[in-house]
């Protein structure tokens, strides 16, 4: 099993608040990402990691915003929630069990997001 | 365009028979094929990863298999349960053991009745 959480599970909130998405590894992953899904959708990855203080764009287009000032925290912020930002965030970490392995994927729960 | 498709969107089977998803793909570079299971609400859990050489995998009653010359991959799965219901997700890599980019299906929606 993966060692990695996402904070709240499910979060309703109204237009114009300003949240928070936490997710944490204990793996000691590099490499951190945030992918977004909607229902019957592929995963987009809209930020990812590739260590402290390294944080770059994906290929979904988002305004919200991340940060990684700790290897194992990679929390996503939304300054001004609005509809369109209802959605699943997944969080996710990378790395490999061994020299030669092929790198693993480990996704948290997600965290399903409602903006009224 | 690199493109992963899956086939059937949605999939309806009774307890205890097989089934097998489809995932036809046109990433190139190819570097490795992996499938994951989302349960609703949840986040994917890997089932299967298998790389260029190899051409079937098996995860308990999930086994995988892959034809890089079509570009095909499909997943079996064995006696089938209510706990595997379930979206199955097909995922492309385009890079070596590094992660490169992954490109993902929209994935099958299996329910599995009693």
């Known amino acids: 099993e993966a060692d990695i959480y996402q904070t709240p599970r499910y979060l309703v909130i109204g237009t114009g608040k300003k949240i928070t998405l936490e997710c944490s590894q204990t793996?000691?992953?590099?490499?951190m990402y945030w992918y977004q899904q909607d229902p019957g959708m592929e995963l987009h990855l809209i930020h990812y990691s590739y260590g402290v203080n390294s944080t770059e764009k994906g290929d979904l287009s988002s305004e919200s915003t991340v940060s990684r000032i700790r290897t194992e925290h990679f929390p996503l912020t939304l300054e001004s929630a609005r509809p369109s930002h209802t959605s699943q965030y997944l969080c996710a970490s990378s790395g490999t069990l061994g020299r030669g392995q092929v790198e693993k994927l480990f996704f948290g729960s997600g965290t399903q997001l409602s903006v009224l | 365009k690199n493109q992963v498709e899956q086939s059937p969107q949605s999939l309806i089977i009774l307890e205890g028979k097989n089934c097998t998803l489809q995932?036809?793909?046109?990433?190139?570079?190819?570097?490795?094929l992996r499938w994951y299971k989302q349960d609703t609400g949840r986040g994917p859990v890997s089932l299967t990863i298998?790389?260029?050489?190899?051409n079937t995998k098996s995860n308990g009653r999930y086994t995988a298999t892959l034809d890089a010359d079509t570009k095909q991959s499909s997943l079996h799965i064995t006696a089938s349960q209510l706990s595997d219901s379930a979206s199955y997700i097909c995922v492309v890599s385009d890079r070596g053991s590094t992660l490169g980019r992954l490109y993902f299906g929209r994935g099958t929606q299996l329910t599995v009745w009693p």
């Open positions: 995932c036809n793909y046109t990433v190139s570079p190819f570097s490795n």
């Open positions: 298998m790389t260029f050489s190899e």
């Open positions: 793996m000691g992953h590099d490499k």
